[in-house]
C-alpha cells in the first residue's frame, strides 16, 4: 500500500493559480494509477481528475476540464496537479488518492487516501 501527503493548497484570488503537490511512500509507486478527489463544505466527495500509472492517459471533471492540469513524475514519487484560473467553487478540500484497479473516475478505484489540503479561491 501506498502513503500519500498532499501540500500546496491555501487561500487565493479568483483569477490564480495553485499547483498541489502528492508525496507518495511505499512501495511501486509507478504501478498505482493517481487521482485527485475533492469535497466541498456539505457536499459529497467528487472526482477532479486521474493520470495513469505510466501516465499514458489523463481524465479530467467537465467543471476542471481546460484549466487543471495532473501530471506525474515517478523519480519523484510525486503527483501534481496544476491549476489555472480557479473560481469560487472549486473551493474544497482536495484529496490525492492511488489505486490499481482499472482507471477511471470512480473513488471505488481508489484504495489509499492522504489527508486532504485546503484550497480556498476568494471572489
Known amino acids: 500500500q501506498v502513503q500519500l501527503v498532499e501540500s500546496g493548497g491555501g487561500l487565493v484570488q479568483a483569477g490564480g493559480s495553485l499547483r498541489l503537490s502528492c508525496a507518495a511512500s511505499?512501495?511501486?509507486?509507478?504501478?498505482?494509477?493517481m487521482g485527485w478527489f475533492r469535497q466541498a463544505p456539505g457536499k459529497e466527495r467528487e472526482f477532479v481528475a486521474a493520470?495513469?500509472?505510466?501516465?499514458?492517459?489523463?481524465m479530467y471533471a467537465d467543471a476542471v476540464q481546460g484549466r487543471f492540469t495532473i501530471s506525474r513524475d515517478n523519480a519523484k514519487v510525486t503527483v501534481y496537479l496544476q491549476m489555472n484560473s480557479l473560481k469560487p467553487e472549486d473551493t474544497a478540500v482536495y484529496y490525492c488518492?492511488?489505486?490499481?484497479?482499472?482507471?477511471?473516475?470512480?473513488?471505488?478505484?481508489?484504495?489509499?487516501w492522504g489527508q486532504g489540503t485546503q484550497v480556498t479561491v476568494s471572489p
Open positions: 511505499g512501495r511501486a509507486f509507478s504501478s498505482y494509477n
Open positions: 493520470i495513469s500509472w505510466r501516465a499514458f492517459s489523463t
Open positions: 488518492a492511488a489505486g490499481l484497479e482499472n482507471f477511471g473516475s470512480s473513488a471505488a478505484a481508489f484504495a489509499s
